[in-house]
């Protein structure tokens, strides 16, 4: 059995702008959908907001040299588009380019490579209460506006991209569930969402490969996926199982891999799923330079008693095994299922290059004793990873990893109480210590990850 990662194997660790900058009506910053959602009482728990959140924003120095301390090769961190441009339109903001132009030096200056993405949830308001957001297919542009902008300003040093986190959270939690900003409520609206963002996504990538190839960097989607074992061996819940992935994951990633959406989900949804154009279907196909994937969790997936009730599209029954162990989420702490769904993604589409561009666990820490001695969340990640180093060895091209999160911050509607971070932050004073947890990433960095 080989014992190691590649030897170039990225490192990382990620964070994302409105979890963690504060400074919310400073800089020239315009409002984002997620400055109004907190506004709406009984929305975040606790009445959290972002507008301090970790304070990133006025402490970033001390964060770059907390990223020193974790010996970090690489930093995931998201660009705020309400900063970048104010309104989501027209000219960009000074102040915005200068913030960000500090972190990106900061990381180089500290041999960290800058892993930028564009759009981790923080719309600018006025694209949303002006231009119903990512309903109006003209976002499109917009969107490749504001990317042209961030290639334009960092893109001399930044040489990896992200477009979109997560869409499949901004279709179905933002406009479907209406869990996240902008917090709607609808069984059509997710498809619409979905299809504007990905072709907001390939055009991004278009004016990047058209534009800035000079600039020599890879640009890639990041999708969020849970595995599913189906429940028995029956073929009634394997295709539940398969039918449960390709709405999770296949939905994003079969358009820019394969083309078009997955057969499964047009003959289910019929006209509800919108049809990509030949022109846009040419602009998405192939539009990822890798696979970025934000994993956490597994389910078991069978095949549903009753017949299919409304607004339950894939008609998939979820539920957990008892015997697993749970996150302060509940979430299962599965890391087979970390594997399969790698070699998952591997089979279906053609062997692609893949990061894990998040993974970890948040963690019950009633205090700072129990914080700093997070045993459970470097036993997460050393069981995950463990399961990453079994999927190169069975030939998946997993070339990063990245956790979540270099620093306990805003967890969206679960506010401050959920912490995901290898080095906790105090509540009060906001004072940044690495958790045992941090400690040992940094060892397994050095070693690259002959520990594990
Ligand atoms: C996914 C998201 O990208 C991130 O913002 C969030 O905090 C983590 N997962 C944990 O839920």
Redesign the pocket.
């Known amino acids: 059995m080989g014992e190691r990662f590649p030897e170039d194997f990225v490192w990382g660790a990620a964070t994302?702008s409105y979890?963690i900058e504060g400074a919310v009506r400073e800089g020239g910053r315009g409002l984002s959908i997620w400055d109004a959602m907190t506004q709406i009482p009984g929305k975040i728990l606790n009445g959290d907001t972002g507008d301090v959140a970790c304070d990133h924003y006025h402490r970033l120095e001390e964060d770059l040299d907390l990223m020193v301390e974790l010996g970090l090769k690489a930093y995931r961190f998201s660009i705020a588009w309400p900063r970048i441009q104010p309104d989501g339109k027209g000219a960009s903001n000074p102040q915005g380019v200068a913030f960000y132009n500090r972190l990106i030096d900061g990381l180089l200056k500290r041999g960290i490579e800058p892993w930028a993405t564009l759009y981790?949830?923080d719309l600018p308001l006025a694209l949303q209460t002006e231009c119903d957001g990512w309903l109006n297919r003209e976002i499109v542009e917009w969107f490749g506006i504001y990317a042209r902008i961030c290639f334009e300003n960092f893109g001399d040093r930044v040489k990896k991209w992200i477009t979109l986190?997560?869409p499949w959270?901004s279709s179905v939690l933002g406009h479907g569930i209406g869990l996240h900003a902008p917090g709607r409520v609808d069984c059509n609206e997710p498809y619409v969402v979905a299809h504007h963002l990905i072709l907001s996504h390939a055009k991004a990538v278009e004016i990047y490969r058209n534009e800035f190839a000079a600039q020599n960097g890879q640009i890639g989607l990041v999708n969020?996926c849970d595995f599913r074992f189906p429940l028995t061996d029956s073929a009634a819940d394997r295709a539940a199982a398969e039918r449960s992935l390709e709405f999770f994951l296949a939905w994003f990633a079969d358009p820019v891999w394969k083309g078009d959406y997955p057969a499964v989900m047009r003959e289910i949804l019929g006209d509800r799923l919108p049809v990509f154009t030949k022109a846009e279907r040419a602009m998405v196909l192939g539009s990822s330079d890798f696979f970025g994937l934000?994993h956490?969790t597994t389910m078991l997936a069978s095949e549903p008693e009753g017949a299919r009730e409304d607004g339950e599209d894939q008609h998939v029954h979820l539920t957990v095994d008892s015997t697993w162990e749970k996150t302060q989420?509940d979430w299962g702490v599965v890391p087979a299922g970390c594997r399969e769904l790698l070699k998952w993604i591997d089979a279906r589409y053609d062997h692609p290059i893949i990061y894990i561009t998040?993974n970890?666990c948040?963690l019950d820490e009633p205090d700072v004793q129990a914080a700093l001695n997070d045993t459970a969340r470097q036993e997460y990640h050393r069981s995950y990873l463990r399961e990453c180093r079994n999927a190169i060895e069975q030939g998946v091209d997993l070339r990063g990893y990245f956790a979540?999160?270099l620093m306990d911050?805003f967890?969206?509607s679960f506010g401050y109480e959920y912490r995901?971070g290898l080095c906790r932050v105090e509540p009060e004073t906001l004072e940044r210590t690495p958790k045992a947890s941090a400690r040992w990433y940094r060892e397994v960095i050095e070693c690259n990850g002959e520990n594990i």
């Open positions: 994302a979890q981790h949830w986190n997560e959270c969020n934000n956490y989420m998040e970890g948040a979540w999160s911050n967890e969206w995901f």
